[in-house]
């Protein structure tokens, strides 16, 4: 469906068939140097993707079916691509295109608007910016595809522009000094161990540093279905290094 080529390299969104990466430099030879093929978490339609200037984490989107989150990948062996996390703005929102420009990923997501991702951390994307180009929807009502289409980052003055196919074109602008507030995480994904992943009948999960309070665990399958959800309160263990504790999840 679409390509982003860094030099010979081309990293091709092949809609229902996954992500693929070729060597172009001799184009009478082309060569597959990796792929994230289905079944990957939240896997549909594969619809664009950005690699950061490290070339060492991928972004990309899934259009269909709607509501599918972005997913971003360590991308250091082509050959053994490695999930990292998943990002929505909300239940339902279904991301379109993105740009990666330093640590920040510029995203349109259709009927949120545009939004800015702080990716200093891959595994845990944050908000920076938003602007909403399309504030007609209801709360929580993504239905068709309406709002932001497309986002451009690149402007010298550092302008951003944004199309809304319905509101039409936006000109916008980065306000340093608005300040975005998230509720800390309790856990957070460093901060965790799962294994055997994947497993069949039982898990271990080990968190460090951890509080010794009521915890929501969810366990889902390679679409994002979920398949167990349970709340349990850690039980310490003998201490390791570092400290931890273990709760065993089964389904």
């Excluded at 140097?33 to 950061?52: A, M, R």
Aim: charged share 15%; hydrophobic share 30%; aromatic share 14%.
């Amino acid at each position: 469906h679409e390509v982003l080529v860094k030099n010979d390299t081309a990293y091709c969104s092949c809609e229902y068939k996954g992500l693929y990466v070729y060597d172009l430099t001799d184009l009478s030879q082309q060569r597959l140097l990796g792929g994230i093929v289905p079944p990957y978490p939240y896997n549909g339609y594969n619809h664009t993707n950005w690699v950061d200037s490290s070339n060492q984490f991928i972004a990309f989107t899934d259009e269909l079916p709607q509501g599918q989150p972005l997913k971003v990948y360590r991308i250091r062996e082509l050959n053994d691509m490695t999930y990292l996390t998943h990002f929505n703005t909300n239940p339902g929102a279904t991301p379109h295109n993105l740009f990666w420009i330093g640590t920040t990923l510029y995203v349109s997501w259709y009927h949120d608007g545009v939004y800015m991702l702080d990716m200093t951390n891959p595994r845990l994307p944050k908000i920076k910016g938003f602007y909403d180009t399309y504030p007609q929807n209801a709360t929580g009502n993504y239905t068709g595809f309406k709002g932001c289409w497309g986002v451009y980052p690149y402007f010298t003055s550092g302008n951003i522009a944004a199309s809304d196919m319905t509101n039409g074109l936006f000109m916008l602008k980065y306000d340093t000094t608005v300040k975005l507030s998230a509720p800390e995480l309790l856990v957070k994904p460093q901060d965790v161990e799962v294994f055997p992943n994947p497993f069949e009948t039982y898990i271990d999960i080990h968190l460090h540093e951890f509080e010794q309070r009521l915890i929501n665990v969810s366990v889902t399958d390679m679409q994002g279905r979920v398949i167990d959800t349970q709340q349990q309160t850690p039980t310490a263990e003998r201490p390791r290094t570092p400290p931890s504790a273990s709760t065993g999840c089964r389904s």
